[in-house]
């Protein structure tokens, strides 16, 4: 049950998962999702791109450590830990941790996933509450995986 393909110039055709809510989502941002679960508890999907890799894996891996309470990592350790991802567009770089949101003390997910397009790269994370992006998850992957640049 998702609804229609979104397009916009420039972003990506998908297919959005029902109960996604689509914000604003600010300069840096293609497309910005709320997503609520029970007892209010929230996550979000940011889509964002940048020129060429972005800054690459690491810097942008640590920058998402950094924002739930975790430490940064080696750009070594960070690639053993991702894992590679099929895509309609090609292949895709997809990582995943839990930490701590610093503002509300509470378990926090991130999943990323890095598409490497021509010329640029789209960065898709899910950010949030663990237990709901836990149950996001795959909604999130077949969102990723449902775009067409």
Known sequence: SSTAPIS???QPKWQVPSGWQEISGGQFLVAKFLLTGDAGV???VNVSAS???GGGLASNVNRWRRQIGLSEQSEADISKQATSVELSGGKGTQVDMT???PKTAQATRVVGIMVPQTGQTFF??????ARLVT???EAFEKFVQSAKY
């Open 8 to 10: 916009r110039e420039g």
């Open 42 to 44: 929230q996550a979000a």
């Open 51 to 53: 020129a060429g890799d």
């Open 99 to 101: 930490g701590t949101d």
């Open 124 to 129: 898709y994370k899910l950010a949030g509450e």
């Open 135 to 137: 149950a996001q998850k």
